[in-house]
């Protein structure tokens, strides 16, 4: 499993506009419609669904990044975008402090064993340090595809 295998390049947004929970998961979802990745008619159930997933847990785990993810029936494969916010956004991590960085993912409910294989392959890479930090810092899509690859070519883990 790699970045490569599941993020969208295109629905990357590296400077988020919203600055409010609910309000980034939109965005990112509508991101990932923009880039063809999602239809249009299902994003408003995946904004509801990953919002009631962040209800009942949130996926803020702290050191400034958050995981939302939840599984669709209509999905037919592990997409993935990332935003970045300059502000940060109270995603009521478990450190309480502010996220920087967001990657949203959006899986089939029929591949359970994929969705935890892209899920611990992005935990392993955000456990470095230096992974994080260049990540909150990327200010373009060009520089957070490098630290993709990087990643992807096991330099931080």
């Known amino acids: 499993m790699k970045f490569s295998d599941f ?19 939109n965005e990112l979802v509508q991101s990932l419609v923009n ?3 999602l239809d249009a008619d299902d994003a408003p159930k995946i904004v509801k669904a990953v919002t009631k997933r962040e209800n009942e847990a ?9 995981l939302p993810h939840v599984k669709i029936k209509a999905q037919k494969n592990i997409v993935a975008a990332i ?6 956004i109270d995603f009521q991590a478990l450190d309480k402090l ?16 994929e969705h935890l294989q892209v899920m611990e392959y992005v935990f392993k890479n955000l456990q470095n340090e230096k992974f994080r930090k260049f990540l909150r810092r990327s200010e373009t899509r060009e520089q957070i595809d490098d630290l993709l690859k990087e990643a992807d070519e096991g330099v931080y883990c």
Not at 58 to 66: D, E, F, L, M, Q
Not at 83 to 88: K, M, T
């Open 83 to 88: 935003g970045i916010s300059d502000v940060g």
């Open 58 to 66: 949130s996926t803020g785990i702290g050191k400034g990044v958050a």
């Open 98 to 113: 502010p996220v920087y960085s967001v990657i949203l993912i959006v899986s089939p409910d029929a591949e359970p064993d």
């Open 7 to 25: 993020v969208c390049l295109n629905a990357v947004v590296n400077k988020l506009q919203a600055t409010e929970r609910n309000a980034v998961i």
């Open 35 to 37: 880039a063809g990745k």
